[in-house]
């Protein structure tokens, strides 16, 4: 049964813009593919910090979400909704299937949104 970690590396490896396979993970980070595949699907489930830190910097994702998904950090605030990262933006953009008008909508929310935001604020 994969674990949270194992979902959430899944999911890295696999944003349509990527589907990377074990093997080019492997040789990208040195991380062997057979370790990768043991992680995703929860066999081994608490890699060591430095085995994360290659993963979150090879895939674009915060070091600090690993940390979470695989036990070693709290989540601070887990009622708040995931992240959404801009690469994950064009795989919803497609299956999404907007219409004009639809699009036109989403751009006014994302405004709206933005004009709220603090200065400083990210």
Known sequence: MA????????????????ALSLREVERQTGISNEYLSQLERGVATRPAP???????KF???????????????????????PRVFPRDVEAIAKSAQFSGE?????RSFMTFLASKRKPGQK
């Open 3 to 18: 674990s949270r970690l194992g979902e959430e590396l899944v999911r890295l490896r696999q944003v349509k813009s990527r």
């Open 50 to 56: 430095d085995v994360l830190q290659k993963l979150a």
């Open 59 to 81: 895939y674009g994702a915060p070091y600090e979400s690993l940390l979470i998904a695989a036990g070693y950090l709290k989540d601070k605030v887990s009622e708040r909704p």
């Open 102 to 106: 639809e699009w036109d909508e989403v």
